[in-house]
């Protein structure tokens, strides 16, 4: 009995933990959560507003972003709307975010980075076997933690 409840909990735990960057740990960990509170752990500004505006569904918190393609991608998945996706400079995020945004993995095969690609095809596609095929051991825990 001990050994099957364990077994459980070790199915839930997070790949979350995992993450060596902290404060993508902690947007990770307030996804996954659904609760804005894990934003508050996270040092970068642009990236707790980030955290607050996409997991809190708060748009308007998206404007408290200096970076000008995170606030795009902000609004565009805070605010459903992929025509902010268009504002992004970088290319493969850019198709991240339409992919994302629209929900169609057919916008992952504009990406060029192999990593960014595989993570789209998992995260949009919900196919957590495309996360075993990222090398960035961050991304790809982030992939699977997003992909459950």
Avoid: H, W
């Avoid at 980075?113 to 982030?142: M, Q, T």
């Amino acid at each position: 009995m001990i050994a099957l409840l364990l077994s459980i909990a070790l199915s839930f735990a997070s790949d979350c933990g995992f993450i060596q960057d902290s404060d993508q740990r902690s947007l990770c960990r307030a996804q996954e959560s659904r609760s804005t509170s894990e934003c508050g752990f996270i040092g970068n500004s642009d990236t707790r507003s980030y955290c607050r505006a996409v997991v809190g569904k708060s748009p308007s918190e998206c404007g408290f972003i200096s970076n000008s393609d995170l606030r795009s991608r902000c609004r565009a998945e805070a605010g459903g709307s992929s025509s902010e996706c268009g504002f992004i400079s970088n290319s493969d995020e850019r198709s991240l975010c339409r992919a994302k945004a629209g929900g169609n993995t057919s916008e992952c095969g504009f990406i060029g980075n192999s990593d960014l690609r595989s993570y789209c095809r998992a995260v949009v596609g919900k196919s957590p076997s495309e996360c075993g095929f990222i090398s960035n051991s961050d991304l790809r825990n982030r992939c699977r933690s997003e992909v459950r």
